[in-house]
């Protein structure tokens, strides 16, 4: 997952709308655009790995705990600590409840009476209750509570020590947050002696609710220590115990995936690398490390997630192995590279650490496939899988922004798992972007050390996809082949999934050199989002698939077995000049801005602010950070504001330079220059010293989506002030600093709005003709299969479309596939594409 230089705003929620300027709204009235499409049926395309297509799942945005792990309680061993998320603590999500006149004391402890040496904090009440009073807590579950359906069971456990001599009474409840309403019959235990037991009951709802809360409460006196305090469905995926949430695994198990990517992402490559142990201080903010995570629940460490929250690793390596299996997919599991990425952007120089990763990343691979008498295999055959999973493929590090030192570290990796398991798949990856300084220098230690697949990951504006659509047919097809591991158009719309859609098809024409491709994220829960776009939504009783969801689903489910070769003909849309006002702006930064001129193509001066009479000529369009004139000079103060944008000119200018002097004053990055700026959502900057001062980048912000023009590493040197200059020609952009020329980009793309590929699926005999309209009009189309194919004369159409703004909501999923019957088809018919739709076609040859 790559952070883009929104590592902050992700963390808090900030949420990036991603509209194209290009997308408007659906006209009725359109005239039909013609297309041909030209098949040769009797030629022969690339063969389609059947795993193409997958998904991708990192514990993001609540994806794990309080999603796929049906866990539904909350904190539930009471490690919630402020170095995971600022206001935490033990008690986070619980509250103290008492009833009859009961009494006592709430604490969370850390100390020898822990339950064991990685479940490090407990609750412990202390109970003055009298007569029939009771006194404990309750738990208020994820987004609203606890959700309950009438009839089901649910599981309820505890571990629980107690210094009363004759034992501690405890009722359990399942019931409304006042505690006047309950959903189920009480469970009643007897917590008996002062030393660790697990006491189970199960309830069985009475009724049906999303804001139920569960309470545990003890009569009697003296200390009762409870943790591990765990509520789960019974009515799990597949039955599983410890297992995942019935409505979102099967919402994957839908899309057919041929792979699972797990567990990240920047979780993977962020944090410390050591362990949780004395020796390392039991460092709560590491990198995701498998070893974590298996075993009995309540021996699994826990984690500070680099998102933002507590992560408990009741989701581990076993439930990934075995929901790829229960789903038919190949697991394809993430270790760290001892280089930190997303931001952290560090390598971590210690050998005996590095070597202690490799072994781990062997014994990952014995746990897997190893045989049941093996050390690792007999870990995994205690868990309850004898057989071995089975592995091969395994990706090593995500997304390092310092690609020597990644790839000095990756051939270790590499050349130790190729020694022992010689039929492992070992990919490594390209960095956090489409292209740039770190992205070219990534595949050219790939392709120097003969790295067999690399993992390419991309966040782009819909217009990038739909003008990128041929970005793999240069690729050498002899090299390295390409893992699309992480990729999305910035928003979840409809425009945005057609966008995805016409680019997939690229992918497919491409498939002997990209053979995987899963989009991401996977999951969001809607109140705890760190990251948009995501493919599938949900709250504590809900799920619901976005628009992408929809079309990534209608393209896994009908691959296809190998390409048929194919073209097409029709309108495009060509490029325009750079055009737009100038700006200013931030990223918790500090920074003071002097001297700005624009001046036109032929000398004549446009514009000119050295602030001597104040800054009336700027307006803020972005509304955030704090700007005034100080000393002659415009200054922005605020060093926690994220993109400060202040704009100055007229919208139409085109062909000018523009001259400002830039003075970093304190904060975390350089400086932002717009040019081409149409508003807050629609403009160009010269982001130097970005991605926490190791990169420079021009962006192109798209309503909001932004797609990075040029890139390679820059620093910017406080107090020191840079002289910066940007020229416009028509599509040409030269950049310049202190007089040098820094780089230069020519944002000349054609938009291609139409898109197809053409499969065949052999076992069924079908042609499936795959065709992207991503535009207002209608997409009149001769569809020539070649005159020596058969055909029947009706086939099944599948189609996706609606207004291209819309997107799927918890209320209305609108966005959803329409199958029929169509006839009319022979060796060459015509079809009329409806606008921003996709339609497959599955023909069936005689």
Avoid at 251 to 277: E, Q
Avoid at 352 to 357: C, V
Avoid at 414 to 433: C, E, F, L
Wanted: proline share 4%; hydrophobic share 35%.
């Amino acid at each position: 997952m790559r952070t883009h230089r929104l590592v902050a705003g992700l963390v808090t929620g900030i949420v990036v709308a991603a509209l194209s300027a290009n997308a408007p709204a659906l006209g009725a009235d359109e005239t039909a655009l013609d297309y041909t499409i030209n098949v040769d049926t009797a030629g022969t395309g690339p063969n389609i790995d059947p795993d193409m297509y997958g998904v991708f799942f990192e514990d993001i945005n609540r994806a794990a705990d309080g999603g796929l792990y049906a866990e539904l309680v909350q904190n539930r061993s009471f490690e919630y600590l402020p170095v995971d998320n600022r206001p935490y603590t033990g008690l986070t999500s619980w509250s103290a409840v008492s009833s009859g006149g009961g009494s006592g004391t709430v604490a969370t402890v850390d100390d020898d009476a822990r339950l064991n040496e990685r479940n490090r904090t407990y609750l412990k009440l202390t109970l003055t209750n009298t007569g029939d009073g009771t006194y404990g807590v309750q738990n208020a579950g994820y987004n609203t509570g606890i959700a309950l359906e009438k009839g089901k069971s649910y599981d309820f456990s505890v571990w629980a020590r107690t210094d009363a001599a004759g034992g501690t009474p405890m009722t359990v409840s399942l019931r409304d947050q006042a505690g006047t309403t309950t959903y189920a019959v009480p469970v009643r235990l007897n917590v008996s002696g002062d030393t660790w037991h697990r006491y189970t009951g199960t309830f069985v709802a009475t009724g049906t609710t999303d804001a139920a809360r569960l309470a545990v409460q003890a009569a009697g006196t003296g200390t009762l220590r409870l943790d591990m305090v765990s509520l789960f469905p019974r009515d799990t995926f597949k039955g599983r115990s410890n297992g995942l949430r019935t409505d979102l695994a099967e919402k994957i198990a839908a899309l057919r995936p041929g792979f699972v990517r797990f567990p990240g992402g920047c979780i993977v490559n962020t944090g410390s690398m050591y362990g949780y142990d004395a020796a390392s201080g039991y460092q709560r903010a590491r990198a995701y490390q498998w070893k974590d995570t298996i075993g009995p629940v309540e021996e699994r460490a826990t984690n500070a997630n680099f998102w933002g929250y507590n992560q408990s690793y009741g989701l581990g390596y076993y439930e990934y192995f075995q929901f790829a299996e229960d789903i038919g997919a190949r697991p394809v599991p993430v270790v760290p590279a001892l280089v930190t990425g997303c931001g952290q952007n560090r390598a971590v120089d210690d050998e005996a650490l590095l070597q202690r990763h490799i072994q781990d990343t062997l014994d990952l691979i014995e746990f897997a496939t190893g045989p049941a008498t093996s050390t690792w295999g007999a870990k995994r055959a205690a868990m309850g899988h004898p057989a071995p999973f089975g592995l091969d493929r395994l990706e090593v590090g995500n997304e390092e922004n310092l690609p020597d030192a990644f790839m000095a570290r990756f051939v270790k990796f590499r050349d130790a798992i190729k020694a022992r398991y010689p039929n492992i798949t070992v990919i490594s990856n390209s960095g956090p972007d489409d292209m740039g300084a770190t992205f070219d220098r990534a595949w050219e230690l790939n392709r120097a050390n003969g790295v067999e697949m690399v993992d390419e990951h991309y966040y782009n504006s819909p217009d990038w996809f739909l003008q990128n659509n041929k970005r793999y047919d240069g690729y050498d097809r002899s090299g390295a082949k390409v893992w699309l591991g992480e990729y999305a158009s910035q928003d979840n719309k409809l425009y945005n999934a057609l966008a995805e859609g016409a680019y997939m098809t690229g992918l497919e024409r491409n498939a002997d050199v990209v053979t995987m491709a899963s989009y991401a994220p996977l999951l969001a829960n809607i109140d705890y989002v760190q990251w948009r776009p995501d493919m599938i939504w949900f709250d504590n009783d809900q799920s619901w698939g976005s628009a992408s969801y929809e079309v990534q689903k209608l393209f896994m489910n009908n691959v296809g077995d190998r390409v048929v070769p194919s073209t097409s003909t029709g309108s495009v849309r060509t490029p325009e000049p750079v055009t737009g006002a100038v700006g200013l702006s931030t990223w918790r930064t500090a920074a003071r801005y002097d001297d700005v001129a624009v001046t036109a193509a032929d000398g004549t001066q446009l514009f000119h602010d050295d602030f001597s009479g104040g800054a009336e000529q700027w307006t803020p369009i972005a509304g955030r950070g704090v700007w005034s004139v100080v000393d002659g000079g415009y200054v922005q103060s605020d060093t926690a504001a994220e993109n400060t944008m202040v704009e100055a000119g007229d919208e139409n200018w085109r062909d000018y330079d523009l001259n400002v002097k830039a003075t970093k004053l304190s904060g975390a990055e350089g400086f932002l220059v717009g040019f081409g700026v149409k508003d807050t959502g629609n403009y160009y900057w010269w982001n130097l010293g970005g991605w926490n001062n190791t990169q420079g980048a021009v962006e192109k912000a798209v309503n909001g989506g932004k797609t990075t023009l040029i890139a390679k590493p820059n620093n910017i040197e406080t107090g020191r002030t840079y002289d910066i200059t940007v020229q416009i020609r028509g599509t040409k952009v030269t950049l310049l600093l202190d007089g040098q020329v820094w780089g230069s980009f020519d944002d000349n793309a054609v938009t291609e709005p139409f898109a197809q590929v053409v499969t065949r699926d052999v076992a069924a005999r079908q042609l499936i003709v795959k065709v992207v309209n991503a535009q207002a009009a209608p997409a009149r189309t001769t569809i020539n299969l070649g005159s020596g194919v058969r055909v029947a004369g009706k086939a099944q159409m599948t189609v996706i479309s609606g207004d291209p703004e819309e997107l799927n909501t918890r209320t209305a999923q609108l966005i959803k596939p329409v199958t029929s019957t169509i006839k009319g088809v022979a060796p060459t018919f015509t079809r009329t594409f409806e606008p921003y739709s996709v339609t497959f076609i599955r023909v069936q040859t005689k």
